[in-house]
């Protein structure tokens, strides 16, 4: 239906610079999700893709139309808001008419629109109801009802599912990506939530103080996150950073916790002794009873989960490290012989950028 | 044996409780009582006093049941306030109720719109010098009518408006209570509405009528009980800017009906006027309080 291109989009609120150049293409027909922690600037995008607030410089284009300084009405946009903004004084029909109401739609097309909508979304038999006798889920559907009537190009999200609980979140998170596919329309999703993210999108875009600090397919950005930011941030538990630093010419890597180890795909540039960071994924932590270079991992906390375990100690030079293992018990004050198999690493420098393999074909 | 006690001391702490409460909400009862009498009694014998004849109450009797003359007393204050005993010639009731009702009518919609669309320009619009709007408004607060009576009267004489019903509601009509109410009110519409209509493609106007109004109902249904009576009980400015007969209000006109004291003051007929100068307020209170009550009950977020 549309495409959504944004290009140096930057915002100011006084002295406060809250985007700082957001460059983001959206195909026809793609969830994009814009997922950061509060305060990354992520609504600010969105509202300045709805003409809700106008970029202090840079230029945001729907179906290669420039519409920087049009009204949100005049955008062919529909959003749906974090509480929903259903008008409380009318009935649901009438919250999902008035729009269209408003553009001087006819009378039955109005009603086929709704009618449609209410089906599509299974409310039909809640249109004369007033929003204050819905629950949050139906709510929940009549704001998207009230987006899909407009029949727009784009559709906007501004973290929609943060008001329900948790059951209810993970069943309208399905259903949104099923009704987004159904429908096809360009969407932008903002949520704070990772795995809502992780779900959801055909590609995230992962805000961090007002930049896009990586905008890739969400396996991407869960296999190869660009920087210690996105790799913090993507993943439950978090991935752990340990430090570390070069060695082997450029082949390997001395931890603090003592073993140097060599990288599994190629050697890095830099010289020895330069600082890393070395992260590896909870999931990714071995148990290793019989290797003989094994890390003895000192248990603090152990977090069962039914079908595995999330155990939390310190390495032996004092760092913490988080282990998800399919282990059934195991006690505090026990030390658990672990493994960090150099295949799973993801390797930051200093600054905390990813550094890719100076050999991207290693053997 | 040990249970049995402690049930039977149960027992006799819970009667010991019965018997506080229901002391207490004797005593309470008791107080409320006492204060509707107080407040009742000047009313009770309002209306009693109206149905008797001129010579029971000019004998100084104050009479505390009804006495027979009642439809003659409210036939004469309604059509002709009792004429024809002074002769200062009084106004009828009918007329000053409806000069009342007018003005009261006027002054509480009057002050409702100026003050729903000025509240709804400060705080919707961002316009320059929009706070030194608000404090200009805020500071009317502290000028009430009487203290600007001079001026205003003065304003009022030199557009020819003495003597008038325009005279009588404008001075009378903007209202920094009610645009402070507003305010108060539209802060707490969440700016996600605001939004949302923006996107749905309402206008400001469009806005303020099809979201606005109907949020603030209930508030407007508040205020126009309060103003209704607020210009219903109007005497000083009604009293200076009128001297036509033909524009004379119930509470103005009611205190010209009682003659100095060479005069003998048709007592059954002032009273019977006053009753009736309190059956519009009362019937405003019971009309519309009943529909904001089902408004608060409705309370919609």
Redo the contacts between chains.
């Keep these: 239906m549309a495409t959504l291109s944004l290009s140096s989009v930057k915002k100011q609120f006084g002295q406060t610079q809250v985007l700082h150049g957001i460059d983001l293409e959206v195909q026809d027909g793609e969830m994009i999700v814009v997922v950061g922690a509060s305060g990354c600037g992520k609504s600010t995008l969105l509202r300045i893709v709805a003409g809700l607030e106008t970029p202090s410089s840079g230029t945001v284009r729907i179906d290669g139309r420039d519409v920087t300084k049009l009204e949100p009405a005049d955008r062919d946009i529909a959003m749906v808001f974090q509480n929903y903004a259903l008008y409380p004084h009318m009935s649901v029909f009438e919250n999902m008419a008035f729009g269209l109401t408003l553009r001087k739609f006819p009378k039955e097309e109005i009603k086929r629109r709704v009618d449609n909508a209410a089906r599509i979304l299974d409310i039909t038999s809640l249109l004369e109801r007033k929003p204050k006798a819905l629950s949050g889920g139906q709510r929940q559907r009549v704001a998207m009802g009230r987006a899909i009537v407009r029949d727009p190009k784009v559709f906007l999200f501004d973290e929609p599912l943060s008001n329900l609980d948790a059951k209810l979140r993970v069943q309208m998170r399905a259903e949104i990506r099923r009704l987004q596919k159904r429908l096809g329309v360009t969407s932008l999703f903002v949520t704070h939530d990772q795995v809502e993210a992780m779900t959801l999108g055909d590609r995230l875009v992962v805000m961090h103080q007002g930049r896009a600090a990586q905008v890739a397919s969400p396996m991407d950005v869960w296999g190869t996150p660009a920087d210690t930011y996105v790799a913090g941030f993507i993943g439950s538990p978090a991935m752990n950073f340990l430090k570390a630093e070069l060695a082997a010419g450029g082949r390997a890597a001395r931890l603090q916790a003592g073993p140097t180890l060599p990288f599994a795909d190629g050697p890095r540039p830099g010289a020895d002794t330069d600082p890393l960071t070395i992260g590896i994924r909870p999931e990714h932590v071995e148990h290793a009873p019989h290797a003989p270079d094994a890390l003895p991992l000192a248990i603090e906390l152990i977090e069962p989960l039914g079908s595995e375990t999330v155990i939390h100690g310190r390495l032996p030079g004092g760092e913490v490290l988080v282990a998800r293992l399919p282990l059934a018990a195991s006690a505090i004050g026990a030390v658990l012989p672990v493994l960090l198999p150099a295949a799973a690493w993801h390797i930051f420098a200093a600054g905390g950028a990813r550094l890719a393999s100076s050999n991207p074909s290693p053997g | 044996m040990l249970m049995r006690d402690t049930a039977a001391e149960d027992l006799r702490l819970a009667r010991i409780t019965e018997r506080r409460q229901a002391r207490s909400r004797w005593v309470a009862h008791a107080i409320l009582a006492l204060g509707v009498l107080i407040f009742a009694f000047p009313i009770w014998i309002t209306v009693v006093g109206s149905t008797h004849d001129v010579n029971t109450i000019g004998r100084g009797e104050v009479p505390l049941w009804f006495g027979s003359e009642a439809i003659a007393n409210y036939v004469s204050a309604w059509t002709t306030g009792g004429s024809s005993v002074r002769t200062t010639g009084a106004v009828p009731a009918w007329l000053m109720l409806w000069n009342s009702v007018n003005m009261a009518v006027l002054i509480a919609v009057g002050k409702i719109a100026i003050s729903l669309l000025s509240a709804y320009a400060v705080v919707f619009f961002s316009f320059p010098g929009r706070m030194v709007c608000f404090w200009l408004i805020f500071i009317t607060l502290m000028l009430p009518v009487e203290v600007r009576i001079i001026p205003t009267f003065e304003v009022m004489v030199n557009l020819g408006l003495i003597n008038s019903m325009s005279g009588l509601v404008v001075p009378l009509v903007a209202s920094a209570t009610a645009t402070l109410l507003f305010r108060q009110f539209f802060l707490t519409i969440?700016d996600?509405?605001v939004?949302?209509a923006?996107?749905?493609?309402?206008g400001p106007l469009?806005f303020f009528k099809?979201?606005v109004l109907?949020?603030s109902v209930t508030n407007i249904a508040a205020l126009f009980v309060i103003l209704f009576i607020y210009g219903w009980n109007q005497y000083l400015w009604p009293l200076l800017i009128i001297s036509d007969k033909d524009l004379e209000t119930v509470v103005v006109g009611m205190t010209k009906m009682i003659g100095t004291s060479d005069a003998q003051n048709e007592w059954n007929v002032i009273m019977a006027t006053a009753v009736l100068a309190m059956v519009p307020p009362v019937l405003v209170v019971i009309f519309m309080q009943r529909w904001f009550v089902k408004g608060l009950t409705e309370t919609?977020?």
């Excluded at chain 2, 923006?198 to 309402?202: E, Q, R, S, T, V």
């Design positions: 969440p996600e509405y939004e949302a923006k996107i749905d493609g309402a469009r099809d979201v109907p949020l919609e977020k």
